[in-house]
């Protein structure tokens, strides 16, 4: 009877180690994601910023 338990806790361990690596992985690529989303946000709103810039020299003339 006692040898019964090692199959339900070697269970738990693996499928906890899975489930962690990927709520790490999921938390990971999350992160990465957001920083390049606001990368391209901030990279979008200096190309407005530079096109803006050069219209208003353009109707100055």
Known sequence: MEGHNYGW???VFFYGIAL???GWQYWSVSKSLEEDR?????REAEEAAAKEA????????
């Open 20 to 22: 962690g690596f990927a």
């Open 38 to 42: 606001a990368k391209r946000r901030q």
């Open 54 to 61: 050069d219209s208003s020299s353009d109707n100055a003339d």
């Open 9 to 11: 806790i070697e269970i």
